[in-house]
């Protein structure tokens, strides 16, 4: 459970530091070549999630979300004095699961960051959907390919905070 508060935790922490799908722009003290995200005074910063949270491993999925809850509930579900709103779709720890969810999310430009999934085929497909439309994600799964050094540069909006299988 700690290290999915850990991952949590660092994802909304990724989402409060202007990450963005804008062109590169600068906004007060801050120059981002991907863009800056301006979030409205009383607008909530949107979290997105694409776990497990039907089919076999569903276990898995619930356990992640409440554990997303409970590092939301440590910070008053707030991130810099704005709401913040958790937008879960499920991955059905799937290729097609991962690939319907990501693109959901994607939809979404007001979603700064996404956590998960866990599961390598879901994140396979969901971290370039996600990483097109510029958003970062965070996950937990295990596949070695998706943090290569080598890998599609489109993956490089994805990291994990879990050990690989290599």
């Known amino acids: 459970m700690n290290v999915l508060r850990h991952a949590a935790v660092a994802a909304l922490a990724a989402g409060a530091l202007s990450i963005g799908v804008q062109a590169a722009e600068t906004k007060g003290p801050v120059t981002d070549d991907v863009g800056v995200i301006e979030i409205q ?9 694409y776990i497990a949270i039907g089919g076999p491993e569903s276990a898995l999925g619930i356990d992640e979300k409440r554990a997303i809850e409970i590092a939301l509930d440590e910070v008053d579900w707030k991130i810099a004095g704005h709401p913040v709103k958790l937008n879960v779709e499920d991955s059905l720890c799937s290729s097609e699961g991962g690939q319907t969810a990501a693109t959901k999310l994607a939809a979404n ?3 700064v960051v996404v956590i998960g999934p866990s599961c390598s085929n879901a994140a396979m497909p969901g971290a370039p959907i996600l990483g097109k439309a510029g958003i970062p994600s965070i996950g937990l799964n295990s596949i070695p390919d998706i943090t290569d050094p080598d890998r599609d540069p489109i993956y490089n909006w994805y990291t994990r905070t879990a050990f690989n299988d290599s």
Request: proline share 8%.
């Open 41 to 49: 005074k009383g607008q909530p910063v949107i979290i997105g999630s």
């Open 109 to 111: 430009q007001k979603i």
